[in-house]
């Protein structure tokens, strides 16, 4: 299987920071957009919260700012799951300008909930067994170089 790509989102005046590029945050926007569109695959969403009372909570999430995209400039985000257990996953993003451009890559550590706590639960035996095929269709794929980096100031 290939990553799953999201639809194309276009970057809003609102967006432009006083540098003249998009802010940093709304590479998260855009990163939690293709999100949105990849977790019903998984079984998660609005209504796995409304209707189960679970949900996912990031954990931590990296970002790397590869190149500056600017307002009208038209994107997409992949996502490629890296591993996952009985209650966490590992995601892998990359944001690309639609003319092919990687613009950022973020990582994630995602965990399952239970709201009624709220607390880390392990997933359901149907959503696991989905995570666990997202897991396998991408098994195949090459591990991202960028994937684990740590932040920190480089000494020679």
């Known amino acids: 299987m290939t990553l799953f790509k999201s639809s194309l ?3 809003v005046p609102e967006w432009i920071d006083y540098n003249g590029h998009m802010n940093m945050a709304y590479y998260n926007v855009l990163f939690d957009r293709c999100a949105d569109e990849v977790y019903p695959l998984m079984g998660f969403g609005p ?3 409304e209707d189960r009372k679970l949900t996912t909570y990031t954990a931590e999430f990296h970002v790397c700012y590869v ?7 038209r994107a ?3 996502f490629q799951m890296i591993d996952f ?3 966490r996953f ?6 690309y300008h639609e003319d092919g451009w990687v613009a950022a890559t973020a990582e994630a550590l995602t965990l399952h909930i239970d709201m009624t706590g709220p607390r880390v639960a392990p997933m359901p ?3 696991h067994e989905k995570v666990a095929a997202l897991y396998e269709s991408h098994s195949n794929l090459p591990r991202p170089d960028r994937v684990g980096r740590s932040i920190g100031i480089r000494r020679k």
Do not use: F, N
């Open 9 to 11: 989102m276009t970057v």
């Open 47 to 49: 209504d796995y919260a």
């Open 67 to 73: 190149r500056e995209l600017h307002e009208g400039h």
């Open 76 to 78: 997409y985000s992949t």
């Open 85 to 87: 257990d009985e209650k």
């Open 90 to 95: 590992h995601s892998y993003q990359e944001l």
């Open 125 to 127: 035996a149907d959503v």
